[in-house]
């Protein structure tokens, strides 16, 4: 069955540090892939979309990687400040419906 | 310009209950979705409505759901009767037309508690 995953439940950093948040997938061939911030109470909002044939996409202090062949996406925010504590959510997409998403990091940078 | 918006923003209804929730898009936007995120899970998407017409409802738990779009423009679900593990959280979402896959704009969400 198909199967996203994001790395951990919980990533705790020092502001000023890169996170790194990991999303994983299995049995599935998306043809993009996003990332969404989610705070508390709040729907989630779009960051960055990247296509099945772009590697890297950067947008600010965001980055994200994609790798077809590992199935897995790297979202970066470099010099992390308080903040960026969210929860971050990865979304995979076949055509233009059905967005899957994975259960979500919850990023905390501590000052 | 105002973006997705959602009501009522909590409902909490008895087994058994109807309730009807409803989602007012970004205006233009022909693309419209339903997600539910149970506590503790994924965001789980429910179905996808290209102004008046159903894409797609595969994501639809049973038919206990029932999603309309009259007119193209605002869209309600209603959940009848409702059970326990109807209880979460259900965002809507809209998107802009095309073929590319556009960015999409959620709603804050409706929190349902089902006792």
């Not at chain 1, 590697?55 to 077809?68: G, N």
């Not at chain 2, 008895?14 to 898009?25: A, F, W």
């Amino acid at each position: 069955s198909q199967k996203i995953e994001q790395n951990s439940e919980a990533l705790n950093i020092q502001e000023g540090k890169t996170a790194t948040l990991t999303c994983n997938y299995t049995n599935y061939s998306p043809a993009y892939l996003q990332w969404y911030r989610q705070d508390p109470g709040r729907g989630p909002v779009f960051l960055l979309l990247i296509r099945e044939n772009e590697k890297e996409k950067r947008k600010e202090r965001l980055k994200v990687t994609f790798d077809t062949t590992l199935k897995q996406s790297l979202f970066h925010i470099t010099a992390s400040q308080p903040a960026d504590s969210a929860t971050y959510l990865c979304a995979l997409e076949r055509n233009n419906n059905d967005m899957r998403f994975g259960a979500g990091t919850r990023l905390t940078v501590k000052p | 310009e105002a973006g997705v918006t959602q009501f009522p923003s909590h409902s909490v209804i008895e087994k058994g209950q109807t309730v009807t929730l409803r989602c007012d898009p970004i205006s233009g936007h022909d693309n419209l979705y339903w997600y539910r995120r149970v506590m503790g899970k994924e965001i789980k998407f429910l179905l996808h409505f290209v102004k008046e017409s159903k894409q797609d409802e595969s994501g639809m738990p049973n038919n206990r759901f029932l999603a309309e779009r009259t007119g193209g423009t605002y869209s309600t679900l209603k959940v009848q009767p409702a059970e326990l593990e109807d209880s979460g959280v259900y965002f809507c979402a809209s998107s802009q037309a095309g073929a590319q896959t556009y960015e999409q704009y959620f709603g804050p969400g409706t929190r349902l508690t089902v006792t």
